[in-house]
């Protein structure tokens, strides 16, 4: 009867180790059923902070970039505002150098009593043109050229045997550029060829 009693106790021990253990691997499959959904959101949630650190690096690169860029075209536009700022100025000195330059074309340097009056002209206009070269302004005065619509207004045209059709001839009138920037083109008179 020993035997049969430690022989019940074996297979009750038996049979609550077996219930111990079905219990403890459904409480493991709760656990893994409550952790599971837990780690699945933690890794969701992960997976989210990280396309929105992304995000946001992104924005603030292309953010800083952006900054660059409006700097860099600010410095540009200061810089060009500077070097053209002269450019109505120079253009109203304009008329001022042609009436200096015609006035040395008609006058008669042949006669002496205006001798003193005609080289205060030519020193005020050197001097006169010396300052407004230091300025970046440069005439455009070359003939024997091809003519060129970005810095010449033909007025007339003449035929010719000795130059080439579309060469300016003659100048009428100086042009003027500012820093490479056209202010008034030559005005100019362009040989063609003869019919």
Known sequence: M???????????????NTIKKDELSESACKIDSIIDPKDDQIIQ???????????????????KAEIENIQRRNIQEIEKAHKFALDRFVSELLPVIDNLERTLGIIDRSNTTLSAIIEG???????FLDTV??????????????????IHQAISTMESEKYESNQVLTIVQKGYSLN????????????????
């Open 2 to 16: 020993i035997d049969n009693n430690k022989h019940n106790q074996d297979i009750n021990a038996s049979s609550a």
């Open 45 to 63: 949630l992960q997976i989210q902070l990280a396309q929105i650190k992304e995000h946001e690096r992104n924005t603030i690169l292309r953010l």
């Open 121 to 127: 002209i030519d020193l005020t206009l050197k001097s």
């Open 133 to 150: 070269y230091k300025f970046g302004v440069k005439s455009i005065h070359e003939i024997h050229i091809p003519f060129n619509p970005e």
């Open 180 to 195: 490479g920037r056209l202010v008034r083109p030559a005005m100019v008179i362009v040989a063609k060829s003869k019919s």
